[in-house]
């Protein structure tokens, strides 16, 4: 479906006005579609819609040939985030009832239940019920869970380790191309929050470092090419 499409009728001629659909965006990741089943019968029978991505980790390819994280992306429209999010919530304090008493989560201190509450990015809505639950149990205050507290406040770009930035560097000194994929992999990266944020994933030196390896990659894919052409020319 590309848009909804209304019609106006003006001096008895009919107008095919098209109102395009609300950009699409990732709610959350899975590994396999199995996992990602109970989500997407969810969206069906709320007639939320929806659309799956296969996405690709380029990092994760370069350096191991596969991808370590959940690359089956589930994308819904960034205002039902909110009301699939009470949905989902709802759902899981119905679910407390059955819980097994030696899940991880009963162990948890008051520090760390307060942690999974403020980084709802990081935990599954069956975790942040319960952590709710634990915290009201305990008598403990539950923290501000406003937008801007559980969002943007509480995701911290992602930092990679000088080892990794090195063998970056290495790479994009020694092949032609992979510069540019890096650079671009890391630049273009973004997390979508649960509100339905999107976020950079690379914090600001990781993304500096992925600029520099861009304008590498593109010179020594420029050398490769032309320096053999050049020698061609030489040669003949």
């Avoid at 029978?45 to 370590?68: A, C, H, M, P, V």
């Avoid at 509480?154 to 560097?169: F, G, K």
Wanted: proline content about 3%; some cysteine; hydrophobic content about 40%.
């Amino acid at each position: 479906m590309e848009g909804l499409e209304n019609t106006l009728c003006l001096s008895g001629t009919k107008l095919l006005i098209h109102q395009p659909m609300s950009e699409l965006l990732t709610f959350s990741r899975f590994h396999s579609q199995q996992e990602a089943q109970e989500l997407i019968s969810l969206l069906e029978n709320r007639g939320i819609e929806f659309k799956i991505d296969f996405e690709k980790d380029l990092l994760d390819k370069i350096y191991t040939g596969e991808s370590q994280d959940p690359m089956i992306a589930v994308k819904i429209p960034e205002e039902r985030f909110e009301e699939l999010n009470t949905i989902l919530l709802s759902q899981a304090q119905i679910q407390l009832t059955d819980i097994d008493p030696n899940y991880y989560l009963f162990s948890f201190s008051d520090t760390e239940l307060i942690e999974v509450l403020n980084n709802r990015n990081d935990w599954n809505h069956l975790d942040q019920a319960l952590a709710h639950q634990l915290l009201s149990e305990r008598k403990i205050a539950i923290p501000d869970l406003s937008k801007k507290s559980k969002d943007t406040k509480s995701y911290v770009p992602l930092h990679l380790e000088s080892s990794w930035i090195i063998a970056q560097y290495l790479l994009t000194l020694l092949l032609p191309y992979v510069g540019i994929i890096i650079g671009l992999a890391t630049l273009f990266a973004y997390k979508t929050l649960s509100s339905g944020k999107k976020m950079k994933m690379y914090n600001e030196p990781t993304r500096n470092h992925a600029k520099i390896m861009l304008a590498l990659g593109i010179i020594r894919t420029l050398y490769f090419f032309f320096g053999a052409w050049f020698q061609n020319e030489l040669s003949a």
